[in-house]
């Protein structure tokens, strides 16, 4: 099981934000994050805990080991007002966390 | 470029199953492999399992198990996800998405198929 901390947050264009994700167990950095605009599929942003995908900006960066991971967002953008999702993929049976909402 | 489109919504009575099909192109099909996550209105994502498009081997979530089938046909290169004995609880966007042929996380995702269940 993944929780994410806060459930939600409100930020100002420019801002550094951060979001954690704790899992009940030990998932040796196999955690990904993804982002997901209202009405829109979710977008991968990182794998394996900090691994960007192709194509994220390089203001989105991840960390953690054992069991607590942190995505951070810097100089926040417009475009990245939207729900995030942390996802374990230690286990074949994936879960996700149950999303924060970051808004203006 | 990597695309998965899927099948349009559905409404379906309580008790029916519906089967929700995603359109893969712009990669080898069978060398990766296909998740499918739900969103109920307002909710997170729950995953519901996975399917290896190389020889068919699935995972379904605990939840699903025995109410889920998800299959593909790689000369279509098309995924399918079929749902039976649906009830109101099952109303939710449907997403499919390129997983790794070793199930690990998803990097493309469908545009998603809205399915309604009422009576």
């Known amino acids: 099981q993944l929780t994410q901390s806060p459930s939600s947050l409100s930020a100002s264009v420019g801002d550094r934000v951060t979001i954690t994700c704790r899992a009940t167990l030990v998932i040796s950095n196999s955690l990904a994050w993804y982002q997901q605009r209202p009405g829109e599929a979710p977008r991968l942003l990182l794998y394996s805990a900090s691994i960007l995908h192709s194509g994220v900006p390089s203001r989105f960066s991840g960390s953690g080991s054992g069991t607590d991971y942190t995505l951070t967002i810097n100089n926040l953008q417009p475009e990245d007002f939207a729900t995030y999702y942390c996802q374990q993929h230690y286990s074949v049976f994936r879960t996700f966390g149950q999303g924060t909402k970051v808004e203006v | 470029q990597v695309q998965l489109v899927q099948s349009g919504a559905e409404v379906k009575r309580p008790g029916a199953s519906v089967n929700v099909s995603c359109k893969a192109s712009?990669?080898?099909?069978?060398?990766?492999?296909i998740s499918w996550v739900r969103q109920a209105p307002g909710q997170g994502l729950e995953w519901m399992g996975w399917?290896?498009?190389?020889?068919?081997?699935?995972k379904y979530a605990h939840k699903f198990q025995g109410r889920v089938t998800m299959t593909t046909d790689t000369s279509t290169t098309t995924a399918y996800m079929e749902l039976r004995s649906l009830t109101p609880d099952d109303t939710a966007i449907y997403f499919c998405?390129?997983?790794?042929?070793?199930?690990?996380?998803?990097?493309?995702w469908g545009q998603g198929t809205a399915v309604s269940v009422s009576s």
């Open positions: 998405a390129r997983d790794t042929t070793t199930a690990v996380f998803f990097d493309y």
């Open positions: 712009g990669y080898t099909f069978d060398k990766y492999g």
């Open positions: 399917i290896n498009a190389h020889n068919g081997d699935t």
